[in-house]
């Protein structure tokens, strides 16, 4: 396949693994065997069209709460802020450990909801 027709190209490290910032395993292509692919694809946009998918897909959802401190203004949105990564990286050990149990690689469309509410 030439590489720009190639339907996997999306799913490759678009970056030369060697200098990679991260500590990661690439594992070789399936599909094409030439690219480099990583453990876990998470991806916020849905999975386009023409590209290959092995096995079936299915719903997954994880939940991450935090308790909010009484404050207002300024002072609570600075308090969430701060919570913010915390619950991103709970929402992403969660999605990495279903993914696991479920022997599944990929999760395509990622939707975020946050909803805060006043302390009881």
């Known amino acids: 396949l030439a590489d720009e ?3 996997c190209k999306p799913c490759h ?3 030369n693994v060697q200098s990679s910032p991260f500590n990661i395993t690439p594992h070789t292509c399936s599909v094409c065997g030439s690219g480099k692919v990583p453990d876990i694809l998470l991806t916020t946009i849905d999975i386009l069209p023409n590209t290959p ?6 719903f997954i959802q994880v939940q991450a709460f935090r308790t909010k401190k009484k404050q207002t ?10 919570q913010l990564p915390f619950l991103e990286y709970e929402i992403h050990q969660q999605l990495s450990h279903k993914l ?3 022997g599944m690689n990929a999760v395509v ?3 975020y909801e946050l909803c805060v509410g ?3």
């Open 5 to 7: 027709f190639n339907p």
């Open 13 to 15: 490290i678009p970056y």
């Open 53 to 58: 998918v092995n096995g079936n897909g299915c």
């Open 73 to 82: 203004g300024e002072n609570s949105a600075r308090d969430i802020g701060q």
């Open 100 to 102: 696991r149990i479920k």
């Open 109 to 111: 469309g990622i939707r």
């Open 118 to 120: 006043e302390t009881a």
